[in-house]
Structure formats: structure tokens, C-alpha cells
């Protein structure tokens, strides 16, 4: 079993997160956020600020050449305030209470915390748009620079088969509006980043981040640079899970760095975020709200399909309308479904951008799809697990999007596996002691759900997708020894370790013998982002690639033979505006799980006692890695569902400490994870390899919200469920 | 103000303002940035060290409530290059990913197994139960305290599962 390459450092306190690196000669830069959901910036005066001892700079919106950013597509000043007037978007107009104002560079923090204290700014309020509702109904457009009338500014559709006739057939019809909730990353380490002008003149930015040229070319933008001139490096990263993959701090310290120099002052720049401004000033998983019909004739086939999704996107649109596409997807389920009207909406408000979080909507859109299942299996009196097989994708069925799967839907393994392992290992009831609840027997009631979900791999929608790799052989007769350079982000899941792994197997020599350089854009090329669940199928694919040119040239004579190789996977395409036909997906990935849980019906509380996930990761480049990413999104999903309860009022998030945010903690868990890794290839992932770090997340609330009904008869359709939520549950349909 | 301590058995000291808290000290005056910090306000757990015997949060400590005091931190758990147990517990047995609160983990693992060198599962849960961990699931690092807390009794650690299946 190879162990962890970044173990060493880590255990030994050795690893450099972003915050660790401590120069004498630092300046600290603190970022202001302007603290208003919704205002129109009157006045700015950072004179007061400027007379603060220790003060050195500030930078404002007019420091940045052009003032905007976005992942997709740019709708965001990077400071508020008036700037140099090159962008579609207002700059003076703050959407989000983290829209940030201007940074404080100073000689320590204390001079930069007082020099921001001491910025006068006079805000002309604008109505609040603090919720989906209010912000359909308003005539008040947050982006007006769109053309549109209204801030539901992005709008999915599908329309397969004859939706009437599908409803004409139905015998059963299942309705339900879910709510699903915000998620916060909180990742262990808050966001910090450190910039400075390179030995090469290239600004230079630090930070803990998923995706190093995306970062690069952001900053390029803003300051109007080549994107050589700006160099992005990833320290030890501290956790990311979708928070990371757009921009924070990156823009403004470069910025910073850039305004420094030019006045001849070269130190190096510090920033760092407290907890508090990590949960406030970064994106979060959408919450929305989801109508949904599901119609079924008597023997369990499905034949109708409705929904109508909306998620907030907050102030702007990060990645919504691509978290939107997932949903859209996931929402009737990963089943044969021949007619299916739905309509999707991202709509923008003055609450937290909604972004990436593992999952990407599947975790949304499963809940909905399942719960609804389950409703149909109880309604039809059959099996859950019949009437998922009787329904479920197999290899040449037609998506939702009117389109064959990609080659390999081994939904039905999966399911297999999960409802096998339940039946044979377990009897619901066998439970080990429960410490946490109390002992009062009668007050605990059991029950066991089921759910399943699928999830892409790789970019969606036609968004560019590509991965770059290269490697050195280094030899006389045989390859002795080999460099793997790769901009792949380890954020914890160990990609370091696979991908040099993978090289190793790909060369055919030791692991050992593989050198690698990683995560710099000075020595390595686009790997695309540690997100999506595909960065060990892109990467490997990647280096195949580059082993095979190498090869080549160490085959004509060449001493150390390099090969560079950039894989790009079959491309994907925007959905039809009107229908929704399309191919969004070259791969996906397939999961299971089924949830033994113990309810208390006096307080609320609910324990977890077992899960079961049944993934199908294609192929195992390293168990350990692998399970350690599926008991880690159980645990996350487990937060989700049930213990995490973003607070946002007047579109500001009452909440942002890990005090009163709760992530669970060991005394939370579910008590035992069962793991069970299928091995179905992918047929196009290196190795058979699938992407597999997202889906254990996707149907655990589902199973979760099964498992509740079972034990108390009572459906939820709101998510977290935390034991108030439960007990009015209870409460309003007593048993 | 001026304190005297010892950290990882070095002495260490000097003035400081009154208001420093340990955790910044430790990570900025002795550059010792192993210890980190995830919340500032007691609930993490990254900040971890242990003081005089005992695992404390070193973001809950005023520097100058440390003057005197004898403190390890994670840089100091390692002797002559060779891990501690419980540092080789959370490599050998993947009790970590992004790593971030390892360190605090480890230490509060370390307080716990000098109280008791032989914890039942319930045991090292309650030891740990105050440190966060956003990645792991905790199930892992379970097991690389158990490790550890063999190896330490002079035991060889019970098989990993892959080790028992491959
Ligand atoms: S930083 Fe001290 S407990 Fe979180
Ligand atoms: S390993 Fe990332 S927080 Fe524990």
C-alpha cells in the first residue's frame, strides 16, 4: 500500500500551508469587505486611513486595470468603487455584504486592522433583494448590464417525449417542494495568501487554491497583463471541497504586490483570513427550492417527469449557471425517464454567491429525485431497490437530455451491491449501544433508507476541458529514474500520491524512481481544476499521453527524453434552449448507500448507526486514498444533511463561526462506514479508472430522509434536519 | 511584558505584549508554524499543544499565562528523525488528508495517551473530541491513535483491513 508522499511533512508540522511561511520583511494587507448587501457607493475617503502610523498603501477599485472577474463568465468588480469604467458591470455597486472595498497594506496587522477602521464611506442603501422570492417579484435588476427583466437570469429547459401522455398514463403521481439548504466548506484553513514580485519580475501569488492556471489567468485579466507575467503556486492546501475554485484574495494581493513595486517598495505581501471572514467572504453550496412531480404506471415504470428548480445565486454568478446544468440533470434521477418537462432557474440576490461544493448540484438534485422514489416505492407498495432496477440507466439508454450515455452506467452494480450488503450483513435492529442518546428505550425509534445517484466526471456543457502533462526520462539502456510535472492541486485527497503513481505505472518502474514537481504555473502546464471528480481521470489520461511521447523520443535515442501531452476527452455540448437535447457529459460516476439511523422522538436527535456506500471507482489506484475520500463526503454529507444550518437574514449570514455553524465532530458521525468499491472500468478512464470523490456525497440525504420516514412515518422536505426541525416535524403529524 | 518558557526543550523568551496569545507567539516570534490555527476561538482544536503534560488550545492561552510553562509543540515530537508513534500512527494509517488539523490532532492524541496508554475506542474519541477535522471522517484517525497507542505499549499494532484483504 504506498502511503501518503505528503505524510512526512504533515505529521511533522513541516508542511507550509499558505500562513506559514513568516518573513521578517512581510507587510500585512488586510481586505475590507464593504458590509452591504445592497448600496450604491457614494463616497470613498481612505485619506483617514492614510495617516494611521504603520500604514503603507491602500489599493481601491482604481488600482485595478480592469475591474472585473468571474469563473464563467465576469460579473463581479474585483474592488467596489470608482474604477477605470471597462467593465459591462456597475463598480460601484456592492451585491453581497463580502464584496470587498479596497485593501490595507501595512507594516503589521494591527496598523492595517486600525487603517481600515478608519476609512470614511458613505453608502447610498438599495432595496434588498435577501431571498428567491423577493428577488423574482422585485423590479429592482441586481445586473441590469444583462438586458434582462428579470434576475432569473439563467433558464434550463427540457422537453422529451409527450409529457401529456405521460401523465395520461400515470397511475401514481408523487408531488413535492423541497427546500434544500446553504453548505459552507469550512475548510480547516481559513483562506491566506502571500504575493510578491518573482526573481523573474513575475507577480507572484501563493495560495491555497484548485486550480493554478485558472487563478493565473483571473489575476491576468484584472490587471490587464500577458498571462506569463503572472506567476500562481499552491503551497500545502488546507481542504478546498469547491471553495476554493474561484478567486478570493488572489486579484487584490497581486494587485498589491504590482502597486508596491511600482512605487519601488519590494516586500513580500501577507494576508489572512480570520473564520469569520472565511464562512462571510467566500461562496457557498446553493440552497433552493425544488417543485417536482414524479408519475408511474402500476407496475413501477416511470413515465413522467416534472420539475421546476430554482437556486439563489447570490449577488453573482460564481458557478451557478453550471451547478444549475447538474441539477437539471440529477432531479429526475439517474432513470429512463421518456417524457419530462423541466425548467430551471438561477436568479440572482443579495445573499452569498452560490458556488462549488462537492456534488455541484447532484447533491441537490438527488434529494429531490430520491425522496421522491422512495414516495413512489411506498405508494406502489414494491421494493425501493425493484423499482430502482426496474427503472434505472443501463448502457445504451437515453439520459434525460435525450442523449446515449456515455459507455458504462453501472447503476444497477451499485445498487445491487448496497441493498446485497444491507440484506446479508445487517438486520436493521442489531445496533451497537447508542451513548449519545438518552436511555429512555421508548423514546428511539429505528429505521433504514435507501438512495442512489450518479454524478459527471469533467467538465460539462461544452466548458473547455483539457489536461496537460509532462515527464522526463532520465537513463542509458533503461529509464533509471523519471520527473512527472503536473499542475494537479493536492487538496487533501492525495492526488500527489496517485498521480505519481500513475506515472510509475505508466513508465513501468519503481514509484520510488518517479520524481514529481507539482501545482506552480512557472514549471507546469493547465491540468484543469481538482474538481468534478476528475482530476485522477484527466491526469491519468494526461500522462499516458505524455509516457507515450516520451517514449517515442527515448526510442529514436533521445537523453533524458521529455514528452509533453495535452488530453482533451470527447467534447460535451450546451443543452438545446428549447428542448434541452444535447450530450453534457463524456463520463459519469455511479453510488449507492443505504442508512441505518436511530431517531428520538422526544428531543429530535438522530444517530446515525450505518451507512453503506457502494461506489463504482472503475479501477483503484490507491484504496486507502480511495476509501479515505468516501468516509470523508459521508461525513460532509452527513453535515449536510442533518447538522449544518447556515443562518442568513436581510441576504447576511448571522452565523459565520464554527461555534454555531456545526460541521460534525467525532461524536457525530454516522458509527460505522461500510465501503464498498466496485470495479467496473470506465471505458475511457486511464485504467478503467472512474471519478469517484463526489458521488458518496450525492444521496445520503435522501437515504437519510428514507430512513426517518421509515422509523417515524413522517416524510421531511426540508434539509438540515436538526432536532427542532424533527421534533415540529414530529409534532405536526404525530404518529 | 516578560516571559520565560521552554518550548520543544529549548528556552525561550522575551517582552511581548500582554495581549499576545500563545498560539501567535508559538507561530510567529519562534516561527514554529506546525501549530495552526482554523477558528481563534477554542473550537477547532488545530491550535493544540500540549502545556506542562496536558493538551491545551493554545488560541485559549495568553502568552504571558504560558510564562514558566514547558510546552511541546508538533516540531517537537519527533526525536533523532524518528517519528513518534503517533505521528507514524496517522501516516501509516491515513489519519489525514489535506493535513491542516493534524498537527492539533496528533498532540491532543498525545496528551491523551500519556493519561492512559491503553484507551478503549470510547477513550479516544473522548480524547479527541474537541478537534475538527473537515476531511478524514474521522474513522481514520481512530485507528492511527490505536496504532499508536500499541506500538507505544510495546505492541505490534493490530493489522490495517487492507493488510488483513490484500
Ligand atoms: S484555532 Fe484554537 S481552537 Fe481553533
Ligand atoms: S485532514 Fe483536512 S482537516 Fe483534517
Known sequence: MTTRLDGPEKVTGAALFPADVVRPDFLHAQIVFTDQ??????????????????????????????????????????????????TAVAENISRWEADQLCVVIAENIEAARAGAAAIKVEWEELPILGDIDTSLQSTVMLHPENGLDTNAYHHLRIRKGDIDAGWSEADVVIEGTYEVPYQEHAFLQPEA???YIDEEGRVTVEIAGQWTVEDQEQIAHALDLPTEAVRVKYPAIGGAFGGREDMSMQIVLAAAARKLAARGIRRPIRCQWSREESIVGHHKRHR???????????????????????LDAGGYNYTSNKVLGNLHLCVGGPYEIPNARI????????AVPGGAFRGFGAPQGAMVAETQMNKLALALDMDPIELRLLNSLRDGSMGITQAEMPLGVSLPFVIDAAANAASEEFQVGELRPVATLPSEESAIRRGRGFACGYKNVGFSFGFPERCEAAVELFGDDEVERAILYHGAAEV????????????????????ERVETVYSDTATSGDSGSASASRLTWMSGNSILGAVEEATKKWNDGERPARGEFRFVPPPTQTLDPVTGAGQPNFAYGYVAEVVDLSVDIETGHIRVDRVICANDVGRVINRTLVEGQVEGAIVQAHGYAITEDLQVKDARITNPRLSAYLIPGIDDIPAEIRTILLE????????????????????????????LHDATGVWFHQLPLTPSRVLAGLTANPL | MKIALTVNGRKVGGELEPRTLLVHYIRENLNLTGTHIGCETSYCGACTVIMDGRPVKS?????????????????????DGQLHPVQEGFWERHGLQCGYCTPGMIMAAVGLLEQNNNPSED???????????????????????????????????????WEVTA
Open chain 1, 343 to 350: 425548467d430551471s432557474y438561477a436568479v440572482y440576490t443579495n
Open chain 1, 492 to 511: 487533501g485527497q492525495g492526488s500527489h500520491t496517485a498521480l505519481r503513481q500513475m506515472a510509475a505505472m505508466a513508465i513501468g518502474i519503481d514509484y
Open chain 2, 123 to 161: 477513550e479516544i474519541r473522548h480524547g479527541i473530541e474537541g478537534n475538527l477535522c473537515r476531511c478524514t471522517g474521522y474513522h481514520n484517525i481512530v485507528k492511527a491513535i490505536e496504532y499508536a497507542s500499541a506500538k507505544m505499549r510495546g505492541e505490534q499494532p493490530a493489522p490495517a483491513e
Open chain 1, 288 to 310: 433552493g427550492r425544488i417543485k417536482a412531480r414524479l408519475g408511474a404506471r402500476r407496475d413501477g415504470k416511470i413515465v413522467a417527469v416534472e420539475a421546476d428548480c430554482y
Open chain 1, 680 to 707: 467496473h472500468p470506465d471505458p475511457r478512464g486511464p485504467w478503467g479508472v472512474r471519478g469517484m470523490a463526489e458521488m458518496p456525497l450525492v444521496p445520503y440525504a435522501a437515504a437519510v430522509v428514507a430512513a
Open chain 1, 193 to 195: 495568501a502571500i504575493s
Open chain 2, 59 to 79: 488560541c485559549t492561552v495568553l502568552a504571558v499565562g504560558a510564562d514558566g510553562a514547558d510546552i511541546m509543540t508538533i516540531e517537537g515530537l519527533a526525536r
Open chain 1, 37 to 86: 448587501p445592497h448600496a450604491r457607493l457614494v463616497d470613498l475617503d481612505v485619506e483617514p486611513a492614510r495617516a494611521v502610523p504603520g500604514v503603507v498603501e491602500i489599493l481601491t477599485a482604481a488600482d485595478i486595470p480592469v475591474n472585473e472577474y468571474g469563473l464563467v463568465f465576469r460579473d463581479q468588480p474585483v474592488l467596489i468603487g470608482p474604477g477605470n469604467e471597462l
